[in-house]
């Protein structure tokens, strides 16, 4: 498979992103009980895992700065029907709610709370309540796991393939350019 250095390095942070995504799944995995109640703070502890999942899922997929961005048949990963739904639905939440605050998807209630009286009006307090729920149910966060190991799989037998063919495209050290 031939390649250029720009797919190169993509395939090399994809496979970073999707590890990093599969981590955070599984560790949301671990600790929240979806079949229980919890605090404010557990859900948005809960949410900060979510949320790194889908950027770090969804980065290979997006072309940041005019990159290219991860092409899945040339490294010979085909996705079933369920697989580019979840995708697809990846996408859209990293796109809407969860990198951008798409005002359309936004969920909270604002309203006042007259405090006491006082000379020339009454002051307000200002109270604002967010919905703290989680975009994605277990069954979701399930299916998201075993597709990420078909990826990271798929990602590593790609990269096996490129280093048997061109053990020297391998001699690299990358360091941030800022």
Not at 26 to 53: I, M
Not at 146 to 170: M, S, V, W, Y
């Amino acid at each position: 498979m031939q390649i250029t250095h720009e797919q190169f390095s993509r395939l090399i942070y994809s496979s970073w992103d999707f590890q990093q995504a599969l981590s955070a799944t599984t560790f949301l995995l671990q600790d929240c009980d979806f079949a229980s109640k919890h605090s404010n703070v557990e859900l948005r502890r809960f949410r900060c895992y979510e949320t790194t999942a889908i950027i770090s899922f969804a980065r290979p997929f997006e072309a940041a700065r005019g990159k290219s961005v991860l092409g899945m048949r040339r490294i010979g990963i085909e996705l079933s029907d369920a697989e580019r739904a979840l995708k697809a639905r990846l996408l859209a939440l990293r796109r809407g709610v969860i990198a951008h605050s798409d005002e359309d998807l936004m969920h909270f209630r604002s309203q006042v709370l007259a405090v006491g009286d006082s000379p020339g009006g009454r002051p307000v307090l200002p109270i604002l309540t967010f919905v703290e729920t989680l975009h994605l149910q277990e069954v979701d966060l399930r299916e998201l796991e075993l597709l990420l190991h078909k990826l990271i799989r798929g990602i590593a037998l790609a990269i096996f393939e490129l280093a048997q063919a061109d053990p020297d495209k391998f001699s690299i050290h990358k360091e941030p350019s800022r």
